[in-house]
């Protein structure tokens, strides 16, 4: 073997090697799938131009002009206009703006009463875990929308406890997800180490086990708020959604659906916004949930 070869493979195995991380990995997954990376940049939009509505808008949500009602899109009122003369686009992007709300904050009730009962009936384990997992069946076997009526019947129609209610229906897959996970790593060897050093059972829960379960807890977050969202809408349907004049994209397919054979553009736009949005948050869900396989980080 001659010296220049020599020197190659001395030079070769002298350069660093990019370490690589399951997060790295998961990142360069994502960016590759164009679906996924497509739907965060439109809900990403959507989220923006909702938020930015009365800067841009000419109108307010519920500004009245009772000589304009059941107006055309047109170059003043470019959605249109209702039966209250109220512009259409204004109303749209503060239903969007009520959407999304719902969407994220009942989702993150949800999460906070899903997570920590998941992880402390998997930590717990025996008796405990057999009780906490049975409730979860009790509730599971009643049905959803009667569940948020009922909670809504008794604490009244506050957009706030709007929230609340729906958060309080949607943790129990969560807690079924986080309970299996948890289940697999208490057993692992970190978490032995951690019992030998005597660190408590919330120090082990929240700063051991938690980080671990980060993976699948935001794939399904991100699936939850569609779903959210599409509750939020049903519930508009049977007219416990927000009350007016607040809208919401469901409230607004509602009163859009009342008289969409004359005035289609009533039900158009928000159903639009609405079925894109939802739409770009299950393909953003879909490649999450490849991105943080486990199983493809090894190919």
Known sequence: MSDETIDDIRGNSAQPVEASSLWRDAWLRLKANRMAVAGFVFFVFVTLLSIIGPIISSYDYDQQDLENTFSPPSSEHWFGTDNLGRDLFSRVLSGGRISLAVGFLATAVSLVIGVSYGMTAGYVGGKLDAFMMRFV??????????????????????????????GAIEWLTMARITRAQTLNLKQSEFVEAAKAL???????????LL?????????????????VMLLEAVLSFLGL????????????IKEGSEKMDLYPWLIAFPALFFSLTLFALNFLGDGLRDALDPKASKD
């Open 241 to 252: 959604g927000v009350q007016p004049p607040m809208s919401s994209w469901g409230s607004l």
């Open 211 to 227: 980080p671990n379960l980060l993976g699948p807890v935001i794939v399904y977050a991100t699936l939850t708020v569609p779903a």
């Open 137 to 166: 069946d009790i509730l599971y076997s009643l049905p959803f929308v009667i569940f948020v009526i009922l909670l809504m019947v008794l604490f009244g129609r506050n957009f706030i406890l709007l929230f609340v209610a729906i």
């Open 198 to 208: 005597g660190y408590s059972n919330g120090r082990i829960l929240f700063r051991h």
